[in-house]
């Protein structure tokens, strides 16, 4: 597996303190054999899935070719709804 990280998740990582940075990283590389706190999100979000860390969630989606893409990272609290309205359009079939 390859993992591919939209540059939002590259620059919510960067902007953490260390402690969480390094457990986000650690839990991106397990990404790559398919380790951690995997589970598929349900509709709207359906086709996507989420990794947990701590209080933390990265947003991704199996693509082809044995990659995973790494769409969007955010806190717990905020991750899902900020994540619908930007993929708004898309969900709803409209242009992207």
């Not at 991106?28 to 995997?38: C, M, P, S, Y």
């Not at 947003?59 to 717990?76: L, N, P």
Request: one cysteine or more; proline letters at 7%; glycine letters at 8%.
């Amino acid at each position: 597996m390859k993992v591919v990280l939209a540059r939002q998740v590259v620059d919510f990582v960067r902007r953490l303190p260390p402690e969480p940075r390094n457990r986000l990283r650690r839990a991106l590389r397990e990404l790559v054999n398919e380790r951690g706190d995997v589970k598929p999100l349900e509709p709207p979000l359906q086709g996507y899935c989420r990794l947990r860390v701590g209080g933390y969630r990265i947003v991704f989606a199996y693509a082809r070719r044995g990659t995973i893409e790494c769409i969007f990272a955010e806190r717990r609290s905020v991750v899902y709804e900020l994540l619908v309205e930007r993929l708004r359009d898309r969900l709803k079939g409209g242009p992207e």
